[in-house]
């Protein structure tokens, strides 16, 4: 079992900063990949950003690519989403999500491929 939540959301400026954090629990986190998600109002959920369980390997949404970073910490079970340059359609809540993983540079995109959520965070960019 792994236990995710998020902080870190809030109200920003366009063209501001935030970092988001997950903080997972749960003994086989190390052995997860992990992933970011958000789901705007009236829209479905989309992926953003992952990352293999040892930190080699990683994947964006085209549209956060060279804006977004995530990183993780497997000492403190913490993932990273850093967003910088942020605009008004980036606005939604950021859900992590962790998936057992095949092997070290393993990475996943679609939601189905994760076996547990988090509760999400709100970010709001204003214009």
């Known amino acids: 079992q792994v236990q995710l939540v998020e902080s870190g959301g809030g109200l920003v400026q366009a063209g501001g900063s935030l970092r988001l954090s997950c903080a997972a629990s749960?003994?086989?986190?190390?052995?997860?990949?992990m992933g970011w998600f958000r789901q705007a109002p009236g829209k479905e959920r989309e992926f953003v950003a992952a990352?293999?369980?040892?930190?080699?390997?990683?994947y964006y949404l085209d549209s956060v690519k060279g804006r977004f970073t995530i990183s993780r910490d497997n000492a403190k079970n913490t993932v990273y989403l850093q967003m910088n340059s942020l605009k008004p359609e980036d606005t939604a809540i950021y859900h992590c999500?962790?998936?057992?993983?095949?092997?070290?540079?393993?990475?996943?995109?679609?939601?189905?491929?994760?076996?547990?959520w988090g509760q999400g965070t709100h970010v709001t960019v204003s214009s």
């Open positions: 999500a962790a998936a057992y993983a095949s092997g070290g540079f393993v990475y996943y995109t679609k939601s189905y491929e994760y076996q547990y």
């Open positions: 749960g003994r086989t986190f190390f052995n997860c990949a």
């Open positions: 990352i293999s369980w040892n930190g080699g390997s990683t």
